[in-house]
């Protein structure tokens, strides 16, 4: 089992900035791929980024160019760098984590709120 803890959430003004940290325990040699993910109200959970263990990342055309996502040189630390802010990005943040059998692991969310 692989364990996910984000840390980071909090209320922002529109165009400001946030970061986001997710620490995984448990299995983590097992993991090869780490992301964020986040689900407003009424909405479905999407992708926002992720990163796979060669470095290569993915981002929602939503984020592309606002944030970045990058990771320690463990591996086991994945972060999100929230620039530009808008409101529209208010949502509970999930961190992601994937095996190599493709099972998935969730952290419990941290909340981010972005005020106009």
């Known amino acids: 089992q692989v364990q996910l803890v984000e840390s980071g959430g909090g209320l922002v003004p529109a165009g400001g900035s946030l970061s986001l940290s997710c620490a995984a325990s448990?299995?983590?040699?097992?993991?090869?791929?780490m992301g964020w993910y986040r689900q407003a109200p009424g909405k479905q959970r999407d992708l926002v980024a992720t990163?796979?263990?060669?470095?290569?990342?993915n981002y929602a055309d939503s984020v592309k160019g606002r944030f970045t996502i990058s990771r320690d040189n463990a591996k086991t630390t994945v972060y999100l760098q929230m620039n530009s802010l808008k409101p529209e990005d208010t949502a509970v943040y999930y961190c992601?984590?994937?095996?190599?059998?493709?099972?998935?692991?969730w952290g419990q969310g941290t909340q981010v709120t972005v005020s106009s």
């Open positions: 992601n984590a994937q095996t190599w059998n493709r099972y998935d692991s």
């Open positions: 448990g299995s983590i040699f097992s993991i090869n791929a």
């Open positions: 990163i796979t263990s060669d470095g290569t990342t």
